[in-house]
């Protein structure tokens, strides 16, 4: 039989034990048994809209007279499918310029089924090689082939494209649009004219840590870069800066009605709660009324690259998220530790999420996070 003891003792002798923390949170501060109140360094609450208690309490009044249960109790292909689902699908649809959109029950389902439901052994899947660990899952559920290129690197995805010309009856280009540990972006127009240079390519990006954040209308880096239209699976979540819980994919209407068909997580799993759904919609809805915070998260993560830079300490973050490389996997635990009684709730992300030897600090901003305290942080670091 395995020794899973043993296996827990390798892993906390290598600085890789991972323990669930108790925290208690309150908007952008939070607290262990152990600590006094730090501020909250490591969310995905992007905008601060999660712990905006006047919108919570709109909310709950507009939805009184609404039946919204707290679950659906059934998938969307049995009992489950509420108005609300085909509400907040068309809504969306609406906004991403008349396309088609289908929700899923978190990011992880999301990249976990479109791939394997749209592939076949006639299929290559081209991805990036630091994409989400819910992607490269997908990936291998999908049993076609698929490569990885180098992080960013568009020469070396041509390159893949070129070699592989006509082996395969359909390609799809797979990354995401801020990935997660690196906080840099990628070039989507890049992207979007490899695509168009070369036949049977389709184009999956996940925006998970952008929609919400950036664009006008807070549509995400394909807004920004406006090539909404050209991505085939624009994936992304409400779990982050939309301060809800599930995910979603725009894509086209017969994209949608084939993974309506074929997608397993999605026609197994019971669906999400109506009223989280209906949550989802009244922030979807007022995205594009959220121009100041998505400016404010911009001007303090920048200012702390900025900060960063002028002592010398390089990142490749383009982003809100901004990780400070330590290296050994002790050491970075240990500076954790030490922001953590400073006040400043960090995380270390060491392997296997990160490569070898690039074990860091992950700062995660939020758009309720104020100039004078990135001065402290700069300070305690």
Not at 32 to 45: A, F, I, K, V
Not at 95 to 117: E, T
Not at 237 to 253: M, N, P, R
Request: proline share 4%; hydrophobic share 40%.
């Amino acid at each position: 039989m395995y020794n899973y003891n043993e296996a827990l003792s390798v892993l906390e002798q290598q600085g890789n034990l991972r323990q669930l923390p108790t925290i208690e949170q309150q908007q952008k501060y939070l607290s262990t048994p152990n600590q006094q109140q730090m501020l909250n360094l490591s969310s995905n609450d992007y905008l601060g809209l999660a712990s905006d208690a006047a919108m919570q309490a709109d909310f709950i009044n507009a939805i009184q007279s609404k039946a919204l249960p707290f679950s659906s109790s059934s998938s969307r292909l049995l009992t489950g499918n509420y108005p609300i689902y085909a509400a907040l699908e068309s809504l969306m649809g609406e906004r991403f310029g008349g396309r088609s959109a289908l929700l899923f029950n978190s990011g992880y389902h999301a990249n976990l089924g479109i791939l394997p439901a749209v592939s076949t052994k006639q299929t290559l899947i081209l991805a990036d090689k630091l994409v989400h660990a819910s992607i490269i899952d997908g990936m291998k559920l999908a049993g076609c082939a698929f490569v990885r290129y180098r992080h960013n690197d568009m020469e070396h995805l041509e390159q893949l494209l070129k070699k592989e010309t006509n082996r395969y009856e359909q390609y799809i280009i797979v990354t995401e649009s801020i990935f997660s540990m690196d906080g840099d972006v990628v070039d989507l127009n890049t992207l979007v004219q490899l695509k168009a240079r070369y036949q049977n390519v389709m184009l999956y990006v996940d925006e998970a840590h952008a929609i919400g954040a950036y664009g006008k209308s807070g549509l995400g880096i394909a807004e920004v870069e406006y090539c909404i239209e050209q991505i085939d699976f624009l994936v992304g979540t409400f779990g982050k800066a939309l301060a809800s819980v599930g995910a979603y994919v725009i894509c086209s209407e017969t994209i949608k009605q084939y993974l309506i068909n074929t997608m397993r997580p999605l026609i197994f799993s019971t669906a999400l709660p109506p009223i989280n759904v209906a949550w989802s919609y009244y922030l979807f809805e007022k995205l594009p009324q959220f121009t100041a915070q998505r400016t404010q998260l911009a001007a303090v993560s920048g200012y702390f690259r900025t900060q960063l830079a002028e002592r010398g300490v390089l990142t490749p973050s383009q982003s809100h998220i901004i990780p400070y490389i330590v290296g050994d996997n002790e050491a970075c635990m240990q500076q954790a530790l030490q922001l953590q009684k400073r006040g400043f709730y960090v995380l270390p992300v060491r392997p296997p999420t990160v490569p070898v030897g690039t074990a860091r600090l992950r700062f995660s901003f939020t758009a309720s996070i104020q100039e004078n305290e990135i001065n402290q942080l700069i300070a305690a670091l």
